[in-house]
T-cell receptor, first 114, second 111 residues
Framework: DPKIIQKPKYLVAVTGSEKILICEQY?????MYWYRQSAKKPLEFMFS???????DNQTASSRFQPQSSKKNHLDLQITALKPDDSATYFC?????????????FGSGTRLTVL | KTQVEQSPQSLVVRQGENCVLQ??????????LRWFKQDTGKGLVSLTV???ENDKTSNGRYSATLDKDAKHSTLHITATLLDDTATYIC??????????WGSGTKLIIKP
């Protein structure tokens, strides 16, 4: 049973549109994160949330907005989509934020922007 | 400049043999170092976390070392299985929320 659920698994969008990537974790964790992996590149950290509060934002563009309606939810809203946004977006969580806590990852949402 | 360098980029090993993956980094501060396994098209699985100066960890057939002075880590996989075919990623944690990711070593296990 996956403990971190990301929806949808695949997403195709047109340039200029807006999409929301869903992430729910059922591990009882207090910290959640978003990472992006573009083709043939290392993962890049985007956001971290702890107890539903934004702790760190390494995303330059305001087009990327995390949304946390519940402690175990961290969705990612992306507006004005561009082809360069095409990537696999991974959600992760850990019991507590920072440090050497074990990270658990979802299986990702592969976004393609045409 | 790449902050976390992994070598080799790819490696082919016969099933049952052992292999060693290398990770060199230039990140500061290096609060801890992680190794992940990423199956093609799937998420990431944490293999181990190394925290201390000359840490060594063991997780089944996976064992890892960390030398903070040399800014170097190794991941050893013993008695490889076909299921070990994956990309292995070295990640350095800064001690806050940020992780600096390597590009990975693509390991292929042949029968």
């Amino acid at each position: 049973d996956p403990k971190i659920i990301q929806k949808p698994k695949y997403l195709v969008a047109v340039t200029g549109s807006e999409k929301i990537l869903i992430c729910e974790q059922y591990l009882g964790h207090n910290a959640m994160y978003w990472y992006r992996q573009s083709a043939k590149k290392p993962l890049e950290f985007m956001f971290s949330y702890s107890y539903q509060k934004l702790m760190d934002n390494q995303t330059a563009s305001s087009r990327f907005q995390p949304q946390s309606s519940k402690k175990n939810h961290l969705d990612l809203q992306i507006t004005a989509l561009k082809p360069d946004d095409s990537a696999t977006y991974f959600c992760a969580s850990s019991q507590d934020p920072g440090g050497a806590e074990t990270l658990y990852f979802g299986s990702g949402t592969r976004l393609t922007v045409l | 400049k790449t902050q976390v360098e992994q070598s080799p980029q790819s490696l082919v090993v016969r099933q049952g043999e052992n292999c060693v993956l290398q990770c060199n980094y230039s990140v500061t501060p290096d609060n801890h170092l992680r190794w992940f396994k990423q199956d093609t098209g799937k998420g990431l699985v944490s293999l181990t976390v190394l925290v201390h100066e000359n840490d060594k960890t063991s997780n089944g057939r996976y064992s890892a070392t960390l030398d903070k002075d040399a800014k170097h880590s190794t991941l050893h996989i013993t008695a490889t299985l076909l299921d070990d075919t994956a990309t292995y990623i070295c990640v350095v944690g800064l001690g806050n929320y940020q992780l600096i990711w390597g590009s990975g070593t693509k390991l292929i296990i042949k029968p």
